[in-house]
């Protein structure tokens, strides 16, 4: 199964299959038929066997499909049975809800730094991790083994730190800085760009007062 | 040109040649060849020139693009002409990150409430705004036209309220809580689901180490 090609657009429903899962096992389901879970997730029962097969033959005609198995499979393709060590860097009120975010220490996510300029920022706690100065960004990479850095700095210093950490072996970056980063393809970039996904609502909404005004 | 259909593959797109437009247009950059914002944005030139033409004839060849004119062509495409009333539900972390981005203002959305249940938060201002207790959500909303609630509440809150303010006339729910909504279809519905995002960049590396291991 190890070896099998799973395609992208497969990867990226993937967390979505595995929070609904997650959702039915905290209800204590034990078991869904495709079209339960179709009906649920508002996909078509077809395209669910189609995705989850490629995960080995976890459904079963007549059966369904065991939540529990599932969940954990998606899991491990996920890569979330391994913990990942996270810093953030820019701790203003988005890098605190990062940090705060409970569901993340849920899946494997283990908040290890913080880092910030202000100095009314450094030395104050959250969720259990000391703020510090960013000078000292280098020398705790260098210690620590550190997968990912949110950035949530404003977007002129994103690109800089952003480059820098990667530099010092960060292996993946989270941006929530409104600026596309160019960084070295061995490193993994996921963009947060919330300023794009409000103007996507503008968009549908004068679309719609649009099309109601040529009624 | 109004009339012309433009695919929800331009679309999703298009808040990001704004972005790049916007950042040119403060860098006073007066017009760009389609080949140099190729570069800048990692899309192929003959893709922008493609995206671009739905927007009328902006382009000249040896001339380029006029950063300002389409800039602003874009912005109508996407209703950033028009300001829209935001109200955001739930003002931890998060609530007021999304409150004090001053990029919001920038782009025309304006805040105009804010609702928590939290004794220790009602009544707090947060860039000009006072808390309001969420019991008072269906007088403002009837008061006052709402155009995008933005909803970061736990999960386990987050169908019942924003049904409620769909209900009330709300036009579109900007949801952060990491569950799928079902809401009338009159109702436009953008999602941020984080834990998605940040398992994508778990995906990745562990994509990553295993075929490092295989090689």
């Not at 969940?71 to 491990?76: D, G, H, N, R, T």
């Amino acid at each position: 199964m190890s070896e099998k090609h799973i395609s992208s657009a497969v990867i990226k429903r993937l967390p979505r299959y595995y929070r609904y899962l997650g959702d039915l096992l905290e209800n204590e389901v034990v078991r869904i038929s495709s079209k339960e879970l179709s009906e649920r997730m508002n996909v078509t029962a077809s395209q669910i066997r189609q995705d989850l097969n490629n995960f080995g033959g976890f459904g079963q005609q007549g059966y369904g499909y065991n939540v529990e198995h599932l969940y954990k499979e998606i899991a491990k393709i996920l890569g979330l049975e391994n913990e990942h060590s996270v810093i953030i860097i820019g701790v203003g009120n988005l890098g605190q809800a990062i940090a705060n975010y409970h569901d993340f220490k849920k899946r494997g996510f283990v908040l290890s730094g913080l880092f910030d300029v202000n100095p009314d920022i450094i030395g104050k706690v959250v969720n259990g991790v000391t703020v510090k100065h960013t000078d000292e960004l280098a020398e705790f990479i260098k210690e620590n083994d550190i997968d990912i850095a949110a950035i949530t700095v404003p977007k002129e210093k994103a690109p800089k730190i952003a480059l820098e950490v990667s530099n010092l072996g960060v292996k993946a970056i989270w941006n929530f800085a409104p600026t596309d980063l160019k960084l070295p393809d061995s490193v993994i970039v996921e963009n947060v760009h919330l300023a794009d996904s409000l103007m996507r609502v503008s968009y549908s909404i004068n679309a719609r007062n649009k099309s109601k005004k040529d009624d």
